[in-house]
């Protein structure tokens, strides 16, 4: 079962997925179904049957990551929800969708399954409390995840936003010199590392993030590639830290690495932006 229908990691989880034997349990109506999945509102789970897995990927995330206006929703969604899903499914394996934000990212730190935690934000703070949650379970996963990215990409987050620019004047600003990094990781390579670690009995902690972190700059370098008339400008300055992370544990244990790179994503949303043009 996948909790949560309308996220691009829940499409493409589900897509990934035997339809005959899946459900989808949604908030609100699905915007799109496929064929042969069961679909079920959440006032609905008395009808489920046993569920081998349940893949929970439904939360709540701010636009302003540090906004507290919003804790109420944050609660509401990403604890009390998890904790309701958690004690119904409590025999069922839990694969349980949460963030790299929940690390304490200090200055040069690579970051690994085992780091220190150290939750700066409400939303960073309602996904550890989630964990915590999840863990009182009998057989579960945990995947903190760092930025997701491909067709259905969050639009106010850095990628959506520079391409939208690219596409509409031709240019890309960056703040700084560029040089800040961050992780990134395709839909495809997490729901791939989702559904291998529903075959492993035992719980644990896993990194979805991908082997190499990229800078600013070179993204935008990737963006220029693909559309020739955009120039880069330099802008201000970036105090914002970078992300690097160790994830060779996770690899290891799941028998996959992912794969699909930058440029290959930075296509897919292009193309899933020229479409919406």
Known sequence: MVVGANSPLSLRLTENL?????????????SHKYVNVTYLGISELSKL?????????????????????????????NVEFIKK??????????I??????????????TINEDSEIGPLTPYAISKLWGEVIIKQAANYSIFRISSLMGRGVKEKTFLPIIINEALKSNTITLYGNGERKQNYINYTDVSKLFMNASEIIGNSTYLAVSPLSVSNKEVAEVIENILPNVSIQLNGVDGSLSFNY????TYTELNYTPSITVKDSIHEIIKW???QF
């Open 246 to 249: 160790d994830a060779k544990k």
């Open 18 to 30: 035997p339809a005959k034997n899946t459900f989808v349990l949604y908030h609100s109506e699905p």
């Open 85 to 94: 899903i958690a004690d119904h499914f409590k025999d069922s394996k839990l």
């Open 49 to 77: 049957p046993k569920i081998d897995v349940v893949f929970i990927i439904s939360a709540f995330i701010p636009e302003k990551i540090n906004s507290f206006n919003d804790n109420n929703e944050l609660f509401k969604v």
């Open 96 to 109: 349980y969708a949460s963030s790299v934000s929940v690390y304490n990212n200090l200055p040069g730190l």
């Open 273 to 275: 932006k020229k479409e």
